[in-house]
């Protein structure tokens, strides 16, 4: 059976920083891309940052881009999104996705990825 779960989240103030891992188990994932989402109250889910297999390609939406990283180690099956400076916009809950492809490129829609963690909350105060 394969799992996503995602670890990491809490309540922080603005301008901290969070560490998300999301840890595959029941398959390898070190050749298809994988990406984070998130959800806040209300609002659709949207896309956050994505990374292909290698590690080398990566896709960030524009509000987090310059404050988050996304890394990988495939040893691990394990994807990581480091999120600094964050503000309570960034407060919603975090979901890790990837994708069943092969070798397939970073995508930003989530109709593009095939399995999904449960979720993270992520709360920033201001």
């Known amino acids: 059976q394969v799992q996503l779960v995602e670890s990491g989240g809490g309540l922080v103030q603005a301008g901290s920083s969070l560490r998300l891992s999301c840890a595959a188990s029941?398959?390898?994932?070190?050749?298809?891309?994988m990406g984070w989402f998130r959800q806040a109250p209300g609002k659709e889910r949207e896309f956050v940052a994505a990374?292909?297999?290698?590690?080398?390609?990566?896709l960030f939406a524009d509000r987090v881009k310059g404050r988050f990283t996304i890394s990988r180690d495939n040893a691990k099956n394990t994807v990581y999104l480091q999120m600094i400076t964050l503000e309570p916009e960034d407060t919603a809950v975090y979901y890790c996705?990837?994708?069943?492809?092969?070798?397939?490129?970073?995508?930003?829609?989530?109709?593009?990825?095939?399995?999904w963690g449960q979720g993270t909350q992520v709360t920033v105060s201001s």
């Open positions: 029941g398959r390898t994932f070190r050749f298809n891309a």
């Open positions: 990374i292909g297999w290698s590690g080398t390609d990566t």
């Open positions: 996705a990837a994708d069943s492809s092969s070798f397939s490129p970073p995508r930003r829609l989530g109709d593009s990825y095939d399995y």
